[in-house]
């Protein structure tokens, strides 16, 4: 279930620091503590498994849901351009957090693609934005959002 050794267990857990943005029995999104753009959120399943190959197929369906939710939040929030959702597996494919996670990472049209941010966010700034997610969907039904 939980691999000690591992930070998004932790985060999982509660012993380990994070902005949470939603959670439930299976899943729990949190903002990326180097975040690529204002919004970047990872969405995990508790349960620990590497990757895509790993992971349940609940666990995995879990996820699916919570991105919709968080995209519609993160949309009403933020009004991105745009919205990057996409997991990664393996090292040869740039995944460095051995936990599956989905990323949604806001797009302002114009700027470069990135994938992760060079700097980890300041904690006021994630506070903020995490807040923010979290009052649009605190308002929207699961079935609504
Ligand atoms: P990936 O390369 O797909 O494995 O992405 C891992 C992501 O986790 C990166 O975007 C990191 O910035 C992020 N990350 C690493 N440690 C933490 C942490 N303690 N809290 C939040 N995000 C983290
Ligand atoms: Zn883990």
New binding site residues.
């Given amino acids: 279930m939980t691999d000690p050794g591992c930070?998004f267990c932790g985060?999982a857990a509660g012993t380990?620091p994070?902005h949470r943005i939603a959670e439930d029995d299976r899943v729990v999104a949190?903002?990326?503590?180097?975040p690529?753009a204002e919004g970047?959120t990872?969405i995990i399943p508790r349960v620990h498994a590497e990757n895509l190959y790993e992971a349940g197929e609940e666990d995995l369906a879990a996820v699916a849901v919570w991105s919709r939710r968080i995209a519609h939040a993160i949309r009403r929030a933020l009004a991105p351009d745009g919205l990057g959702v996409f997991?990664?597996n393996g090292s040869a494919a740039?995944?460095?957090?051995f936990h599956y996670?989905m990323?949604l990472i806001p797009r302002r049209a114009g700027t470069p693609l990135a994938?992760?941010?060079r700097r980890r966010g300041e904690e006021a700034e994630l506070a903020s934005v995490a807040e923010r997610i979290r009052k649009v969907l605190a308002r929207e039904t699961p079935a609504s959002a």
């Fill in positions: 930070i985060i380990a994070a949190f903002l990326d503590l180097f690529a970047h990872l997991q990664l740039g995944q460095t957090v996670h990323h994938l992760h941010g």
